[in-house]
C-alpha cells in the first residue's frame, strides 16, 4: 500500500527525470528557431537550470551568441574572454576542459574558476559551443555539458529540418502560384461570357475546355509532366484566348516529336504563352504572331516561345527574373526559379528582347535527370 | 562500272541526307494545328527509323560477302541480328522506356544510383560504338575503292568528315524523319538490282546452280568453306553474341526514348522485327548469285559483291545504273549508321566526360553546344585511327565482336537490371568489369592477330558464349555477397519499370 | 506489384525458351542429321529455306503473341489495381 504510493508520486530519482525535462522542454522551442541570438538568449537560461553552474555561454565563430549565470564585472570579464576560449573546440570539435589557469579572472570573489567547452554539432559541422563556467569541474560535470551540448545539437538540427520544410513549402506555393492567373481566368470567363446569347454552342465548347484547362492546373501531385501533355494544355489555354482575340491571334509551332516525351516540370511553358499574349496583343488593335518550337538537342530538349510584340526593356526583364517587380512578368520569374531549383543553375530562361523588337523566351530540358520522372 | 553515275548517286544521297535534315523538315514542321503538332512519333515511323540506323554496312556489304565467301553458316549473321530485336522486345523493350532514361549511362544511374557505375557505362559505350564504327568507316573505303579504285582511306575519311559535320552542325541527324527515309532507301537500293536479275532470266531457277550439286559444298552449313574451326562453337557463339548484344548498342536505346511509353515501345519494336527480315531477305541472294556470276570475288573477301554484282550481270548501262543504286544504298548505310552512333557516343561523351571538365577549365565559360561538337569530333576521330592502324578485319567480323561486348557488359547490366531486385550496385560494377574486360581482351587480340587454328581461335573470335555467361556469373555472384549495396530505391525503380502508365501509382517521385 | 513482375518474366521466359528451343535446335539438327543439310526443298536447299526465309516470319509471329500476351498481362492488372 505505502509502497505503491510511493511509486504513485515517484522516486527521488524520477522526479529529478521529471525536473530534467520539463526545463528541457522549456528549453528546445526556443532553439528549434535555429541558433539565432535571440533564440540562444532565451534558451541559455534553461540550459543553465539543467547544468546547475554559475553561468553558461553559447559562442559561435563571430562571438558569444548568449550569456546566463552571474551578472555585473564578472560577466563583462569573462564574456569577453568567452571567444579565445571558444576557438579551439570551435576548430577541433573536442570537448576541452580548461582549468583556474586559462579561465579565473583574478578576483577571488568570482565564482567562476574553470570552464568545460562542448561542441554543438548539426551535420558533423561545429556550428557553436556550450561553454559551462564554475568553481570547479568534476567528471561529472563535463559528461552532463557534453549530453546537453548533444541535446541542443539535436534540436538545432530540427531546426535545420524545419527550415528545409519551409523551403519546400515555400517551392511548392511557387507552384501553386504558377498555376493558373486570375486575370486569365477574369478575361476568359469574361469571353466565354460574350459567346452565351450569340452562339451558345461555342460557349458550351469553350467552358468545356476551360474546365479541362483547370483540372490541368489545379491538379494534385506529381510535379511533372510531359512535353505532349503540356503542349495539349497549351493549346487549350489558346483555344480560350482565342475567343477573346479571335483573328488577332495567330500561333504558328515547330516541335519535333522527337521531344514531346521528354518530362518537363509542370506548367512551365503555358506561363510563357500567356506572358507572350500578354506582350504580343493586349494593348495593340493589330495581329500578334506568336511562335513556340521544341527542338531535339541530343541530350536536351530546347523550347522556345516567341512573340512580335512591344516587347520590353531588358532590365525590366531582369528585375522580373530576379523575382523583384510584382509586375507583369510574374510568370517569367517562377518559371525561371523552378527550373533552375530542378536542374540546376545553367538551366534558366533565356530572354531576348528590347523595346519594339518582340520577345523570345527560350529554355533547355535535358532529357534525363536523375529523380524527374513524369506521374500521370 | 562507271565511277561517274556511281558518285553522282552517292552526291545525291549525301545531299538528300543533309538537306532533309538542315532545311526540309524546318518548314514542313511549322504549323499552328496543335494536334498535328503534338503527335507523338508513331510505331511505324519509329521503327523505320530504328531500322534505318541498325542496318549498317555490315548488313548491307557485309553479310552477302560472308555467305559469298563462308557459306551458310554466315546466314546466322542475318538472323541474330534480327532474333536480337526479339530478344530485346521480350527483355527490355517496355521497362527501360518507362525507366526514363535517354542513355545507357542514364538507366545505370536510376537503376543503381551510383556515378561509379555510370561512369563504367559511358567508358563501354564509347569502347562498343568505336568498334561498331570501325567496320562502317571500312565499307565506306571499300565503296569509294570498288567505285572509283581510290585507296580505301578516301572514302572512310569522306564518311567520316560528312558526319562530325552534320552532327556538329547540330544534330539534326537525330530526326526521324531522315532515319525512317534510310531504310526505305537501303531496301529499295538491296531489292531493286534483284527483281531486275530475276526478271531478266525469266527462270530464275537457272540462276540457283550455284546451291546445287558437285560443287555446292559451299551452300551447306557447318561445311567449313571458310576455314573456321569448331563451326558448331561459333555458330552458337555468334548467335548468342547477336541476340543479346543489340540491346547494349548505344544508338538502339537514344532512338527507343522516342516512343511515348512502354507499349508503344513494344509495337515499335514488332514493326522493326518485320523491316529487318524483310530486308534480310535478300542479303543471302546477292551472295547465291555471287558465285554464278562472280565466282572470283571469294578469295577477294567477298565484301564487294553486292557493289559489283550488277555490273558483271548486266554489263552496259543497266549495270551502272544498278551499280550505282546500290552504292548509292550502301553510302547511305554508312551515313545513318554512322550517324545515330557518333550522335550516341558525342552525346555520352559531351554528358558524362566532357562537359564538367570543360567548365572547371574554362572557368564555366563555354558554351553547351560547343562541348557537343568537340565530343562528336572525338567520337569519329578515335575508330578513325584505329581504322588506319587495322583495317584488314572483314566487316561482320568487327561487328560481331562489338555485339559479343554489349552482350558481355550491358546485356547483364539490364536483364538483370530489370528482373532482379537482389542485384547488388557492387554486383553490376564488378559484372561490367569482367564482361567489359574479357570481351574487350578478345577484340584486342583479334586486331593484333588472331592465334593460329584451333580452340585458341575460335574461342578468341566468337567469344560470347564465354564471355556472356561469365558476367552474369560475376553479377549473380557478386550480388549475392554484398547484400547491403542493394540499392535503398530497388522496390521503387521495379515499380516504375513494370507499371503500365495507365495505372496511377506512387512511381517514386522526385527525392530533390 | 509482385505477381505482375512475376507473370511478365514468365511470358518472357517462355517466349525465350521457344526460340532458343526452336533455333538451337537447327544447328543441332544439321550437325547430328547431315541429309538435312542439302535436303531441296522447293529447288532451295532447306538450310537457305529455314535461315534465309522461314525464321523472319517466325520471329514476327512470336513477337505478335508476346505483345498481345504482355498486354492482355498489363490491362489485367490495371484493372485489378483500379478496382481496389
Known amino acids: ?376 | 562500272m562507271s565511277p561517274a553515275i556511281s558518285l553522282t548517286a552517292i552526291g545525291l544521297v549525301v545531299v538528300a541526307t543533309i538537306g532533309i535534315g538542315l532545311f526540309g523538315l524546318r518548314i514542313s514542321r511549322t504549323t499552328s494545328d496543335f494536334y498535328v503538332a503534338s503527335r507523338a512519333v508513331s510505331p511505324r515511323w519509329n521503327a523505320s527509323a530504328i531500322s534505318g540506323e541498325y542496318l549498317s554496312a555490315a548488313s548491307f556489304l557485309g553479310v552477302a560477302g560472308l555467305v559469298l565467301v563462308n557459306g551458310a553458316d554466315m546466314l546466322w549473321f542475318s538472323v541474330g541480328y534480327t532474333v536480337g530485336y526479339l530478344m530485346l522486345l521480350v527483355l527490355v523493350a517496355a521497362p527501360l522506356r518507362r525507366s526514363g532514361a535517354y542513355t545507357l549511362p542514364d538507366f545505370a544511374e536510376t537503376r543503381f544510383e551510383s556515378p561509379v557505375v555510370r561512369r563504367i557505362c559511358a567508358g563501354l559505350v564509347v569502347g562498343i560504338g568505336t568498334l561498331y564504327l570501325l567496320p562502317q568507316l571500312h565499307g565506306a573505303g571499300l565503296a569509294v575503292q570498288t567505285v572509283t579504285g581510290a585507296p580505301p582511306q578516301v572514302g572512310a575519311m569522306i564518311v567520316a568528315v560528312i558526319v562530325v559535320i552534320n552532327v556538329a552542325a547540330g544534330g539534326m541527324r537525330s530526326i526521324t524523319f531522315v532515319q525512317a527515309f534510310q531504310y526505305w532507301l537501303k531496301l529499295t537500293a538491296l531489292a531493286t538490282p534483284i527483281f531486275v536479275i530475276l526478271l531478266a532470266w525469266h527462270q530464275p531457277v537457272g540462276v540457283l546452280d550455284s546451291l546445287h550439286g558437285a560443287a555446292a559444298e559451299w551452300a551447306e552449313p557447318l561445311s567449313r568453306a571458310g576455314g573456321r574451326d569448331h563451326p558448331l562453337y561459333a555458330t552458337y557463339s555468334l548467335l548468342l553474341a547477336l541476340c543479346f548484344g543489340t540491346m547494349g548498342l548505344p544508338h538502339v536505346l537514344v532512338r527507343f526514348y522516342t516512343n511515348p511509353d512502354g507499349r508503344a515501345a513494344r509495337r515499335t519494336t514488332v514493326v522493326v522485327l518485320a523491316l529487318l527480315g524483310l530486308f534480310y531477305l535478300f542479303p543471302p541472294m546477292y551472295a547465291v548469285l555471287g558465285r554464278t556470276f562472280a565466282p572470283d570475288l571469294v578469295g577477294a573477301g567477298g565484301d564487294t559483291v553486292v557493289l559489283e554484282l550488277p555490273g558483271r550481270v548486266f554489263p552496259g548501262t543497266t549495270g551502272d545504273l544498278l551499280g550505282a543504286l546500290v552504292a548509292a544504298g550502301a553510302f547511305a548505310a554508312f551515313l545513318s549508321t554512322s550517324s545515330g552512333l557518333t550522335v550516341a557516343i558525342a552525346g555520352v561523351i559531351d554528358q558524362d566526360l566532357l562537359r564538367s571538365r570543360l567548365h572547371r577549365w574554362t572557368g564555366g565559360d563555354y558554351v553547351a553546344v560547343n562541348s557537343f561538337r568537340i565530343a562528336a569530333l572525338i567520337a569519329m576521330i578515335v575508330p578513325y585511327l584505329a581504322f588506319t592502324v587495322t583495317g584488314a578485319l572483314s566487316l561482320a567480323d568487327t561487328v560481331g565482336l562489338a555485339f559479343a561486348l554489349a552482350a558481355s557488359t550491358f546485356c547483364p547490366l539490364l536483364v538483370l537490371g530489370i528482373w532482379w531486385r537482389r542485384m547488388s550496385t557492387t554486383g553490376a560494377a564488378a559484372g561490367l568489369v569482367v564482361g567489359g574486360i574479357a570481351a574487350s581482351a578478345a577484340a584486342l587480340v583479334n586486331v593484333a592477330g588472331a592465334p593460329e587454328g584451333g580452340w585458341p581461335r575460335a574461342l578468341v573470335g566468337q567469344p560470347a558464349a564465354w564471355t556472356m555467361p561469365l558476367a552474369f556469373l560475376t553479377v549473380i555472384v557478386v550480388s549475392k555477397l554484398t547484400p547491403h549495396r542493394i540499392p535503398a530505391g530497388t522496390a521503387r525503380s521495379m515499380v516504375r519499370l513494370h507499371t503500365p502508365e495507365a495505372v496511377d501509382v506512387d512511381r517514386g517521385l522526385p527525392s530533390r | 506489384m509482385q505477381s505482375l513482375i512475376q507473370s511478365q518474366l514468365r511470358l518472357t521466359l517462355v517466349v525465350i525458351g521457344s526460340v532458343v528451343l526452336v533455333l538451337g535446335s537447327i544447328p543441332l539438327l544439321f550437325w547430328l542429321v547431315p541429309p538435312t543439310r542439302t535436303l531441296s526443298v522447293l529447288g532451295l536447299p532447306l538450310p537457305w529455306v529455314v535461315l534465309g526465309i522461314l525464321v523472319y516470319p517466325v520471329m514476327y509471329v512470336a513477337a505478335r503473341i508476346y505483345v498481345r500476351n504482355a498486354e492482355r498481362i498489363e490491362a489485367e492488372f490495371t484493372e485489378f489495381v483500379g478496382r481496389q
Not at chain 1, 586559462?102 to 557553436?128: F, K, S, Y
Open chain 1, 1 to 376: 500500500m505505502f509502497a505503491r504510493r510511493r511509486k504513485h508520486f515517484g522516486t527521488p530519482a524520477d522526479k529529478a527525470t521529471y525536473a530534467t525535462l520539463h526545463t528541457a522542454s522549456l528549453a528546445s522551442p526556443h532553439l528549434r528557431e535555429g541558433l539565432t541570438p535571440a533564440a540562444a538568449g532565451k534558451a541559455s537560461r534553461h540550459l543553465r537550470d539543467l547544468l546547475g553552474t554559475a553561468a553558461i555561454a553559447i559562442c559561435d565563430s563571430s562571438g558569444v551568441l548568449a550569456w546566463d549565470g552571474v551578472g555585473g564585472p564578472y560577466e563583462s570579464n569573462h564574456r569577453r574572454d568567452a571567444k579565445d576560449l571558444a576557438a579551439p573546440t570551435l576548430r577541433s570539435g573536442r570537448t576541452a576542459v580548461l582549468g583556474a589557469h586559462d579561465v579565473a579572472c583574478g578576483d577571488p570573489q568570482c565564482p567562476i574558476r574553470t570552464a568545460v567547452v562542448t561542441p554543438i554539432v548539426t551535420e558533423e559541422r561545429v556550428v557553436a559551443v556550450l561553454v559551462a563556467y564554475s568553481n570547479n569541474t568534476s567528471a561529472a560535470l563535463v559528461r552532463a555539458t557534453e549530453e546537453v551540448a548533444r541535446w541542443v545539437s539535436g534540436q538545432v538540427e530540427l531546426a535545420e529540418l524545419n527550415k528545409e520544410r519551409t523551403r519546400a513549402m515555400e517551392a511548392e506555393l511557387r507552384a501553386l502560384r504558377a498555376q493558373i492567373s486570375p486575370h486569365f481566368i477574369y478575361n476568359a470567363l469574361a469571353a466565354i461570357a460574350s459567346f452565351v446569347r450569340t452562339d451558345p454552342e461555342r460557349a458550351r465548347e469553350l467552358l468545356l475546355e476551360f474546365a479541362d484547362f483547370s483540372r490541368y492546373a489545379l491538379r494534385r501531385g506529381g510535379e511533372y509532366t510531359t512535353l505532349a501533355d503540356e503542349l495539349r494544355n497549351v493549346e487549350r489555354y489558346l483555344v480560350l484566348e482565342q475567343a477573346r482575340f479571335g483573328d488577332r491571334l495567330k500561333v504558328s509551332l515547330q516541335i519535333a516529336p522527337e521531344v514531346l516525351p521528354v518530362v518537363i516540370p509542370f506548367l512551365v511553358v503555358q506561363p510563357l504563352v500567356e506572358n507572350a499574349v500578354r506582350h504580343g496583343l493586349e494593348g495593340t488593335t493589330g495581329v500578334g504572331n506568336i511562335t513556340i518550337r521544341a527542338r531535339d538537342q541530343i541530350n536536351e530538349a530546347e523550347i522556345s516561345v516567341e512573340d512580335d510584340g512591344a516587347g520590353s526593356d531588358p532590365e525590366v526583364i531582369r528585375a522580373a527574373l530576379s523575382g523583384e517587380s510584382g509586375s507583369d512578368s510574374v510568370g517569367l520569374g517562377n518559371v525561371d526559379a523552378r527550373l533552375r531549383q530542378v536542374y540546376g543553375d545553367t538551366y534558366g530562361l533565356v530572354v531576348e528582347t528590347a523595346v519594339d523588337a518582340g520577345t523570345k523566351v527560350t529554355f533547355r530540358i535535358p532529357k534525363y535527370s536523375s529523380g524527374v520522372h513524369a506521374s500521370p
